[in-house]
Every structure is written in structure tokens, then in C-alpha cells.
């Protein structure tokens, strides 16, 4: 239960790991007029998980839909995300010769 920019540091640290480049290519909901560069992670805000007892809200997480893309497919930069607490793998495909991984992930 973080902050959505608690999450953008974790994705950043996970492309650092991975990608020795300068700029870390984490997106959050990025406008179509934003060039993506390769590997990326793009994320965004897709529902929330509360938690009801007494009728009052006492817990709730937002769900992301965090998506890996990338030209190699048997990229690591998945398997770190698939790591991450409360995250699980949703699907998988390919277009125009990207790879998407696809995971809903509670933060």
C-alpha cells in the first residue's frame, strides 16, 4: 500500500538492474504521442482491492497493470517483475516483433 511514485522507483530499479542506460524507460499511462523505447515498462492504474468490515473501508490496494515489452523474448526483466510481492502473471503476447508480459500487481 505505497505510493503510485513508490512503484515507479521500484520499476526504475528493476530496468537499471537489467538495462546499463542512463534513462530508465518507465512509463505511466504515456499518451500516444510519447515514443517508447525498448525495453520498456509501462504501467497503469487498473482497479483497487478494498477491504470492508463493519461497513467501513479499512484496507484497500490499487491494482496496476504493469506490462514488460521487449524485442528479446527471453528477457529477465519479467521474471524481476514477477517477483515483486503480490504480483502475478497475466498474459503473454507478441506484436509487430515486440514481446508484451503482462502482470497485475497490488501496491
Known amino acids: 500500500m505505497g505510493l503510485r511514485t513508490d512503484l515507479h522507483s ?3 530499479n528493476i ?9 530508465k524507460h518507465v512509463y505511466f ?5 510519447v515514443k517508447l ?8 492504474l487498473s482497479t483497487d482491492l ?4 463493519d461497513n ?3 484496507f484497500n490496494m490499487k491494482c496496476y497493470t ?5 524485442r528479446n523474448p527471453d528477457s529477465d526483466i519479467p521474471d524481476l517483475v514477477a517477483k ?10 507478441a506484436v509487430d516483433y515486440l514481446n508484451h508480459f503482462v502482470f497485475e500487481l497490488y501496491f
Open 10 to 12: 521500484i520499476l526504475c
Open 15 to 23: 530496468m537499471s538492474e537489467k538495462v546499463k542506460r542512463p534513462e
Open 29 to 33: 499511462q504515456p499518451p500516444e504521442t
Open 37 to 44: 523505447l525498448y525495453p520498456c515498462i509501462l504501467y497503469k
Open 50 to 53: 478494498p477491504r470492508h468490515a
Open 56 to 58: 467501513i473501508k479499512y
Open 66 to 70: 504493469v506490462t514488460v515489452i521487449d
Open 84 to 93: 515483486l510481492p503480490y504480483c502475478r502473471f497475466d498474459r503473454f503476447y
